[in-house]
C-alpha cells in the first residue's frame, strides 16, 4: 500500500496492459539510477577524476530492488524531492572511494528530470505495441467488413448508409495518426538532463558536455542543445501527443458502447468479461467502457502539464514537481486505454444482418438523397429534390415504405421503372467512394 | 507496489499529513465494507428475510485488513469495477445461509458511491483540522504584524505602503471562507446511495427506502430524496469545494515563495527542511513549494469531475469510473498542500525590519500619493497631482529623495513644513483602514 | 465585429437565451459605470469633499451607450486593463470640477472586480429564470410519465425496467440542486470590491469602509469583512456552481441524444429546428445537442478559474486579467445551455408505446432478476437463482421467450402458475419503490 | 457588439496582434465561402454537371463582406450550425441555373472543418512571425549579455551564478522547439474535409475523390486519406502545438515579471505603457503580465479540444461544435501572447549592473560550491566539503563576508592564496560551460 491512493484497487481498470508497470515508484527510482550509474561512467570517461574502479562500483549499485522506494518517498518530503534520499541511501551502500562521487556535478533536477525521460521511453513502448495491436485488428475488421452496409449516423440520427468497413477505416486512421505522432514523439523527444544546480555544468569545469554526450548514448536518449530544466516543450510534448492518443481510442470505445446498444446491436465484444449472471441478456462492452473511463481523464492531466511550462529562473518552486506524478498518471491511463482498446477490437463481433436490419427501420426514407440523385438529370436539381421531398412526407404521413410512394408517383415513374426505384433505395447502391476510401485507410496503415 | 504509479516515491510531498491514509486502496475497500455491513443491518431490520444472525455474521466479516485489496483490484477488471470481486470475496468467506444475504438488492455502483461519500468525509477531517491550524497561524501573525509597514506590490511592483498583517489577513479570509464552504459541504453533500440495478430499489419491494434511510444513519450519511447514481452534483460540489480551498492555499504558498527570495527576504520559512549543505545561503521555502506542487495538480482534476457529470441513462459508460481516481487524488493532494501549508505558516519567520527596509528602496517615490492627498485640500485635486508628479520626476531624473525635492519645492513647502512632509513620507501615516481591517478579518475568523 | 473572434457567427449555438447580452463588452462597461456612480455618490455622502453637484454629475455620465467600448478596448492595452481607459474617458466627459473627482480613491482592479460582480449577478437571472424553466418541465415530464414503463440502462445496455417518469425526476433533482445551490451562490457571492492601490483604501482616509458599505448598498452586493482583490474565492466559487450546472444540463442533454436516436425514439425534440428537407426521416435533437457543444467547454473554464486564484501578492500579474473573459465564457454558456435545454425539454415528446417496444426487445430476459424474487421464497435464494439463470441460458440458446422457457420448467412451474409468471415478467410490477421516488422528488422541486 | 462577450473590450489585451483578425467571424465566414468557391471549381472540373460558367458565378460571389455574419450567426439556432444558413444566403445572392449547384455534394461539416484548417493556417502566419520576432530579439540578448553574470536562482534562492546570456538562451531554445513544431504542424496538419452527409461522397458518385483533391490543390491544404470528419487528430495536434507554444511563451514572461521586480531590477520592459502617474516609481510589466493572462487561459482550452475528440458515428452530437469558438481562443490568445512577448523582449532593458549587485548579497555565500571544488584536489571530496561548510556556517554565525572567513581558515589558506580565493569566489570563473551553452543555443537557433 503505497501513500498515495487507490490505485490497488482500481488497477483492474486503470492500469491495464504492460506499460503501468514501467511507471510505478521502483521504475522511476531505476530511472534514477540509471541516470547515476551513467553519469558515474561518463565522468570517469570524461576525466573527471574519480579513482579506479568507481564508476564501476558506482553503477553496479544501482539496482533498483536494492532500495526501499517507500523509506526515499518519506524522506523526500525534507527536500521536496525523492533524488536527495537516493543520493544519500546509494552513497551510504558504497565503500569509500566511490561513495564520494556520487551525483558528481549533478543537481537532483537533473536525476529526476533523465528519469522521467526513461520512464516514459520505456513505457511508450507498450503502449505503442497494444496501439499496434489495435490498429491491425481494425485493419482486418475494415478489410472483412468493408461491403457491409450499415446505416451511418449524424447526431445519433441514421443519415445515409456506410459500410462497417468504412467505419473501422475511420478509427484506423485515428489510431495510426496518433501511434504515428507518438512514436516520433518517443524517437525525438526524451533527452538526457544534466546541468547541475543552475544549468551551467560548472562543478564540472569543462568536462561538462561530454559528460552530457556520454551520457545520452549510454542512455539511449537524445543529447539537447542546452539542458532543458526551464525549457519544458519536451515534457509538455510527450503530455500532449499522449492527450491526441487518448482522444484517438475514446472515438473508437465510444461508437463502440453505442453500436453495443441493445437496440442497437451491431456490434459485441466477445471477450469474457461483461456476461452477468444476473441479467443474462446484457453483454456490457466492458472493455470500451474501461477504455473511456480512461481516456476521459486525460484531457485534463494534459492541461495540468502544459499550465507547468512557466517554470520560475532556473528551477520552478512546484510547477516542476508538480509534473512529476502527472506524466506517471498520463502514461498509465494511456497504457490502460491503449491494452482495454486493443482487447475491444481484437474480440468485436460485428453483426451485419443487425446493421442491414437497422437500416430498413426508416422504409427508405434514409435513402431519399439517392433517388434524388437519379432524378436531377431529367428534372433538375431542384426539381427532383422536390419530387422526393413531397414523396417523403407522403411517406411519413401515410406511414407507408418510401418504395411503394415512389411507384405511385408519375413525376418518378416517368423516369425510373421499378427496378431503378429499387435500385435507388438499395444501401449498397449509394455508397460513392466508401471502398476506395477504405483501400487508402488500409495502404496508408501499411505504411506506418 | 501497486499498479498504478510513482506515487509512493513522491508521497513525501504529495501525500503529506493525514488524509492521505483515508483515500488508499484499504480505505475505500473499508468504505465499500461499511456499505454492505450497514446494508445487511438495514435488511434485516425492514424484514427482509435475513435468517437470525446474518445480518452480523456479514457485519463482522466486514473489515478491510481481512481482504487481499491488490486481488480485488486485479479482478476487477473482468467487471470493470471492485465492487463484483469484493462482493464475491465477502460472500466467500461466509457460511451459508449468511453468505446468500450479502449485497441484497443492492449493485456494484451503490457500494461504490457510498463508498466514495465515506472516503471523501473521512479524508475531510484530517484537511480540515490541518486547514484551521494554518487559519490559527495566520490569525496569530495578523495580530502580531498588525502594524509592521511592508511594502505592497501590484503586478510585483512595489506600490503603497501595507502592513505584513494585513497581508496575513488577506490569506487568513481565504483560507476562512474556503474552509467554511468545504466544512458546509462536508455536513451536507455525502449522501449514502442505494438504488439497485437501475434505481428502482426493485428487489426489496416495498422496503428500499426504509432500508436506504436505516443506512444512512448508520453511517452518518444525508438520505437523499432519490438515489443520486447518475445526478453527480454530488461528488461533483466536493471536488468544487476541495478546488477552491487549493486556490485559497496556493495564494498563501505564492506569496510565502515571494517573499522568500533572496532579494526580498521578508519572510523565511523556519522548519529544519531547506537547508542546503552545499548551498548554505540558500533557505528554500520547501514547504511552500510542496503546497504549489500539490494545489498546481488540482484544478484540472476538479475539471475532469465535471466533465464527469454527463452519465448516461441509468449507469454511464465510462465517466462514473472515472470519478473513483480522481476524487481520490483531489482529496490527497488538498491534503497535503493543507498540512504543507499549515506548517509553512506556522513556522513563517518574518523579518519586518527588512520589510522596512525593502519600503525604502524607491526612496519616497512610493508615497507620492500620500503627498497629493495632504495637498489636495489647498491646490485641488489636478493642482495637487500635477506638482507631485513633477516632483517624482525630478526626484527620479536628478537620483535624488523625493523628501529632498519636495522640501526644495516652492509649491509644496508653501502648505507643507518639514515635518509634515516627513509625516507624509512615512509609510505608517499612509495605510488607510489597515488595522481595522485586520480587526474585522479575526473576528470573522473568530466565528468560523 | 469586435476583436476576438468567431463569436459571432456562432452565436445561434454558443449566445442562446437572455444571458449573453449581460455578459458583453456594453455590460462589462455598465458595470464599471455603475461603480463609479456608486463611488462618487457615497464619497459625497461619506463627506469626501466632493463640490455640490459633483458626485450626481459624475452617475448621470455613467450610461455605456455614451461610451466607445471597442476604443477603450483599444485602448485597454497601454495599462494592460480597461479600467484606465474608462476612468479617462468618463472624466473627459464631465467639466471641472466633478472631473477630478472621477475615480476617487479606487484603483482599476476595484472597478473591473466590482464589474465582474455585477455582470455575474444581471446574467445569473435569466440562467436561473431558464433553469427554472426546465425543471418545471421536466417535473411536468415526471408527473405525466409517472407510471409509463421503459427500458432502465447500464452501460447502454438493457437492465431492468424503469418509468419515464422516473428518468425525468432523476433530471429535475439535478436541476433543481444545481439550481439552487447557483441561486444561493447569487444571493452570497457577489460583493462590492473596494481597496485602493493596495487594498488598505489609503487615499480615503477613514472613510474607506463607509463608502464601502454604501456602495454594496446602492448596488445591490454584499460587503466583504476585507477587500477580495487577491482572495478569489468568490469568483471561483462562481465559477464552480456554473460548473456543476452545466453538469446537471449535460446529464439531460445527453439522455436525450440517446432516446432520441433512430433505432431508439423513446423521445424526441419537438421543436421547429432539427427537420432536414434532404434526410426528411430525421428529427435531429438540435436543442439537445446545442446543449452538449455549450456544457462541454465548460469544466476546462472552471479549470482556469481555479488555477488563476494564486494571485500574486497584492495584484496579480496574469492571473487576474485571466478570469475577465473566462467568467464571461461561463455566463454565456451555462446561459445558453440552460436555454436550449428548457426548450429541448420544454417541447419534448417522449413516446410511451416505442419504450414498451424496446422492453419486448430481450423477450423477457430483461425481467429475470423478478422471476428470481418470487422464486426465493420456496427455493432460497441460491436455488432461484440457478433456476432462473439456467431457464434463461436456454431461452438465450434455443431463440425463444423466457415465458416459454419458463412454462416448460417444473422448477418453476412448481411454485408458479401461468398468471404468476406473466406477472412477473411483466416490467410494471417490478419497479420497486419507483412511484415514492417520483413523489420526493416532485416534492423536493415544489420546494425550490 | 456581437453575441459573445465582452471581448471587445479586453481587446486590448487579448486580441494583440494580428492573429486577431484571422480567427474573428468574418474570417470564419470567408473560410466556409473559400471552400464552397473551391468546391464548385472543382466539380466543374470534375465533370459534375455544372452549366457554363455556374463554377465562376459561385466563386464570385464568395465574398465574406457581402454578407451578414451575425444574421447567419442568429440563424444558425436553427440547424445549429452557420453552413446551413450559411449556403442559404450564398444561393439567394445567385441567379439559376448556379444557385442549384452551391454546396453540392457536401455537408455542412466539410465547410465548417474546411474553414477551421484555413482560419488556423491563416492565424498561424502572424503567429509565426511574432514567435520569430521574439526569437530574434532573444538571440540578440543572448549574444550581447553571454557574459553578464547574474544570480541563478533555484525555487526562488540564489543559488549559483549564471550569465544573463545563458538565461535568455534557454528562453530561446524553448521559443525555438515551440515554434518550429508549431510551423510543423501549420505545413503538415491543415487539411481539406470532403465527405458529403456520412463520409462516403455518395452524392458525388465517382467524382468524389477528384474533387477533393483540386480542392485541397485551390485552397492549398493537405488531401487526407480519408474524410477526417470524425477523426480528430487535425485539431486536436493543432491544438497541442499551440499549448506547446504558449508554455515556452509564459515562461519567458513569468521570468522577466520576477526581473523587473522593485527588489530584483535586473531588467524592465522599455516600451511606452506601463509608467504610471500616480506610482512615479513603478515600470509595469505589461507586456509580460498580458502575455502570462493571455497564456494562463490556454491550457485548459487544450483539454477542452481534447477531450472532443471522441465524435460519435459519423457526426458528433456536440462534440464537434465545440471544438470551433475553442479553437478561435487558442489562436486568438496565442496569437496574443505572441506579439506580447515579442514586444517584451524587443524592448527589455537588461541591467548588468544591478544583476551583479544582486549577486553579492549573500557575501560569497553563493560560491562555496566554487571553493569547495578548488579545494578537492588536495582534501578530497568530503574532505573539501567539510571545510567550506564549516567556514559558510561562520560566516552566517559572525555576519562576516565568506572571503574573510575563508582567508581565516588554515584549512584554506594552506592550499589557496589570497587571489585563489578571490578567484574562487569570482562568479565569472564558476560559470561552467555557459559561453559554448549559449553557442549552441545560438547555433541551433540560425537552423530554424
Known amino acids: 500500500m503505497d501513500g498515495s491512493g487507490a490505485d490497488g484497487l482500481f488497477a483492474g481498470v486503470f492500469a491495464r496492459g504492460a506499460a503501468a508497470a514501467e511507471v510505478d515508484g521502483r521504475a522511476w527510482l531505476q530511472g534514477m539510477l540509471d541516470f547515476e550509474a551513467a553519469l558515474a561512467r561518463a565522468s570517469e570517461r570524461a576525466g573527471a577524476g574519480l579513482p579506479d574502479g568507481a564508476a564501476e562500483a558506482i553503477a553496479a549499485e544501482c539496482r ?23 543520493v544519500r541511501a546509494l552513497t551510504e551502500r558504497l565503500p569509500e572511494p566511490a561513495a564520494a562521487y556520487v551525483h558528481l556535478g549533478a543537481t537532483s533536477q537533473d536525476a529526476i528530470d533523465t528519469a522521467a525521460m526513461l520512464v516514459a521511453r520505456r513505457a511508450l513502448g507498450p503502449i505503442l505495441a497494444d496501439l499496434a495491436g489495435a490498429a491491425v485488428a481494425c485493419a482486418g475488421h475494415a478489410a472483412a467488413y468493408r461491403d457491409s452496409v450499415a446505416p451511418g449516423r449524424t447526431l445519433l440520427q441514421q443519415a445515409l448508409p456506410v459500410t462497417f468497413g468504412l467505419k473501422v477505416a475511420g478509427w484506423l486512421c485515428g489510431l ?91 456490434a459485441a465484444e466477445g471477450g469474457a468479461g461483461g456476461g452477468s449472471s444476473t441479467m443474462p441478456h446484457k453483454r456490457n462492452p466492458v472493455a470500451a467502457v474501461a477504455t473511456l473511463a480512461c481516456t476521459g481523464r486525460v484531457p485534463a492531466l494534459v492541461a495540468t502539464m502544459l499550465a507547468a511550462m512557466a517554470h520560475e529562473h532556473e528551477r520552478a518552486a512546484g510547477a516542476w514537481h508538480s509534473e512529476w506524478e502527472t506524466l506517471s498518471e498520463l502514461l498509465r491511463l494511456v497504457g490502460s486505454a491503449a491494452a482495454w482498446l486493443r482487447e475491444c477490437v481484437e474480440e468485436l463481433r460485428p453483426d451485419p444482418a443487425r446493421m442491414e436490419a437497422n437500416l430498413a ?88
Open 176 to 266: 495510426d495518426e496518433a501511434r504515428r505522432a507518438l512514436a516520433g514523439v518517443r524517437e525525438r523527444v526524451p533527452a538526457v538532463q544534466l546541468g547541475g544546480a543552475v544549468g551551467t555544468l560548472a562543478s564540472l569545469g569543462d568536462d561538462g558536455l561530454a559528460v552530457a554526450a556520454d551520457m545520452a548514448a549510454q542512455l539511449g536518449l537524445a543529447e539537447p542543445a542546452m539542458p532543458w530544466h526551464t525549457n519544458r516543450t519536451r515534457p509538455a510534448t510527450l503530455a500532449c501527443a499522449l492527450g491526441v492518443t487518448a482522444g484517438a481510442l475514446a472515438k473508437v470505445a465510444r461508437d463502440v458502447t453505442l453500436l453495443a446498444q441493445t437496440e442497437v446491436a451491431e
Open 64 to 86: 533498483a530492488e536494492r532500495f526501499d522506494a517507500a523509506r526515499i518517498g518519506r524522506e523526500a518530503a525534507a527536500s521536496g524531492n525523492p533524488a536527495v534520499p537516493m
Open 361 to 448: 427501420i426508416t422504409d427508405g426514407l434514409s435513402m431519399a438523397e439517392s433517388v434524388t440523385t437519379r432524378l436531377v438529370p431529367a428534372l433538375g436539381r431542384l426539381g427532383a429534390h422536390d419530387v422526393v421531398e413531397e414523396a417523403c412526407r407522403r411517406a411519413v404521413e401515410e406511414g407507408r415504405a418510401l418504395r411503394d410512394v415512389l411507384r405511385d408517383t408519375p413525376a418518378v415513374t416517368e423516369q425510373l421503372d421499378a427496378d431503378e426505384i429499387d435500385a435507388a433505395l438499395a444501401p449498397e447502391h449509394y455508397l460513392g467512394v466508401t471502398g476506395t476510401l477504405i483501400d487508402r485507410a488500409l495502404a496508408a496503415h501499411a505504411e506506418v
